[in-house]
């Protein structure tokens, strides 16, 4: 990306003061319901999958998931990996809040390599995000 792009800072979250969960037989799922911590599972999202992007594994029952190996700050040692796909309630697009506070409409039919490109920093990618 150019220096001139800005970078991605956050995706819009759940609106409706964030009490949707996935169903009632996931009544602790929190994912993308809460900001208490600012966690990414929380309140981010990873560009391992581009935007809206499904991830529903046969254990999920059909539920659409994120994956994280461990909660964020739970251990001095082990690192936390995770795959926290960009969803939004609009249809074929998600919104996603620039480091210069700028918010852009991002098409979850962008290409993968572009999306991972716009979250990195100072990468010295030449795409632009929308």
Known sequence: ISGDIPLPADAEGLPGGGEAKYGPAL?????HTEWVDGRAH???FTTTFAPQAIVSPARANGYDIDWTN????KS????TYAAVT???YHPGLVNVVMMDGSVHGVSSAV???IWRAA???RGGEDETID
Do not use: H, I, Y
């Open 27 to 31: 009544g602790n799922n929190t994912g």
């Open 42 to 44: 929380q309140a981010g």
């Open 70 to 73: 461990q909660q964020e700050g």
């Open 76 to 79: 001095d040692t082990a690192k």
């Open 86 to 88: 960009a969803r939004s």
């Open 111 to 113: 290409e993968l390599r």
């Open 119 to 121: 979250s990195t920093r």
